[in-house]
């Protein structure tokens, strides 16, 4: 090879390395926003989760302070046990569903520039 030939496809090289790394870092930053935004919808989630919490424990601590017997105070340490559960399953159930479509929707620009040079690179190599 001629010293002709090879500076045109370093050139093309250079443009391509160059081209890939300004993708790359746009993806990384759509990416990155996406991850932020995500964040805070989740701790939003769990101040609302927390917030609904307290407002019905304090609801229920005012009913124990109204008992007149501990068959009543019974059934509403039950009733608190077992909407403490409830709201428990509730509220990890929707930061889960949440958090994987974060991470979903975070991951997709850069799967999607990391796809983009992966079929490009195999098209060079098979030209």
């Known amino acids: 090879m001629s010293k002709a030939t090879t500076a045109p496809q370093l050139d093309k090289?250079?443009?391509?390395t160059a081209d890939f790394n300004t993708g790359y870092s746009e993806a990384c930053t759509k990416s990155?926003?996406?991850?932020?935004?995500?964040?805070?919808?989740?701790?939003g989630a769990m101040m609302s989760l927390a917030q609904d919490s307290?407002?019905?424990q304090a609801a229920l601590v005012k009913e124990i302070m109204?008992?007149?017997?501990?068959?009543?105070f019974s059934e509403i340490q039950n009733k608190l046990a077992k909407s403490g559960f409830d709201?428990?399953?509730s509220g990890a159930t929707k930061i889960s569903e949440i958090s994987a479509k974060v991470l979903t929707d975070s991951a997709e620009p850069v799967s999607a520039q990391?796809?983009?040079?992966?079929?490009?690179?195999?098209?060079?190599m098979a030209a």
């Open 13 to 16: 090289i250079l443009k391509e």
């Open 54 to 56: 307290a407002e019905k």
């Open 66 to 72: 109204s008992v007149k017997n501990v068959a009543d």
């Open 32 to 43: 990155s926003a996406i991850l932020m935004k995500g964040m805070e919808d989740i701790m």
């Open 114 to 124: 990391m796809t983009q040079a992966v079929q490009k690179a195999t098209k060079s």
């Open 87 to 89: 709201d428990f399953v």
